[in-house]
């Protein structure tokens, strides 16, 4: 059985930071790409970081590009989001997800979601 657990969400600042974790198990997250995805109030969930598997590309939305970074352990088999400088634009529930076959932003390309994670960035 595949479980996607994240943590690391929270209430900040804007200007703040914060690392979301993403920890997998029954499933190694480097088989292939993974992903974050963040879904604001009243909005549709869109990616906005995902790495791929055996090469660790990545790709970044470009809200996002140049204030967060996806990485991954192996050891820990563990996806992070470590995130800066952080926006009330930010505000959203943000899920970890797994089992794409290439870097896509597209839902249904994930085979893996977790439970989500609620990030609130206050101005």
């Known amino acids: 059985q595949v479980q996607l657990v994240e943590s690391g969400g929270g209430s900040v600042q804007s200007g703040e930071s914060l690392r979301l974790s993403c920890v997998a198990s029954g499933y190694f997250l480097r088989s292939a790409a993974a992903a974050w995805f963040r879904q604001p109030p009243g909005k549709e969930r869109e990616g906005v970081a995902i790495i791929g598997g055996l090469g660790g590309s990545t790709s970044y939305a470009d809200s996002v590009r140049g204030r967060f970074t996806i990485s991954q352990d192996d050891a820990k088999n563990t996806l992070y989001l470590q995130m800066n400088t952080l926006k009330p634009e930010d505000t959203a529930v943000y899920y970890c997800?797994?089992?794409?076959?290439?870097?896509?932003?597209?839902?249904?390309?994930?085979?893996?979601w977790g439970q989500g994670t609620q990030v609130t960035v206050s101005s």
């Open positions: 997800a797994a089992g794409a076959w290439y870097l896509s932003r597209r839902t249904d390309d994930y085979n893996y």
